[in-house]
């Protein structure tokens, strides 16, 4: 429990700190592009955190470009 508070808290700190520095510049899609993968990493960090196991993102990708890289290879022969 205090893992995932304290994680949130550096999340916030920094976020604030960030959020400054977005909002002197005026830069609207920058804050919305920042904030949501903070968001995203934050939801991430306290899974981890949590001890949830998060399926790998390279499965999903490897099985859409093996059978492509294999034909290219094939092609080159």
């Given at each position: 429990?205090?893992?995932?508070?304290?994680?949130?808290?550096?999340?916030?700190?920094?976020?604030?700190?960030q959020?400054?520095?977005?909002?002197?510049?005026?830069?609207?899609?920058?804050?919305?592009?920042?904030?949501?993968?903070?968001?995203?990493?934050?939801?991430?960090?306290?899974?981890?955190?949590?001890?949830?196991?998060?399926?790998?993102?390279?499965?999903?990708?490897q099985?859409?470009?093996?059978?492509?890289?294999?034909?290219?290879?094939?092609?080159?022969?």
């Amino acid at each position: 429990m205090w893992g995932i508070a304290g994680f949130m808290l550096v999340i916030i700190t920094l976020s604030s700190i960030q959020m400054k520095s977005l909002f002197k510049r005026r830069r609207k899609r920058e804050t919305i592009v920042y904030f949501g993968l903070m968001g995203l990493a934050a939801i991430i960090g306290c899974l981890l955190i949590a001890g949830i196991k998060i399926p790998s993102p390279t499965i999903p990708l490897q099985i859409v470009f093996e059978p492509i890289g294999k034909m290219i290879l094939k092609k080159a022969e």
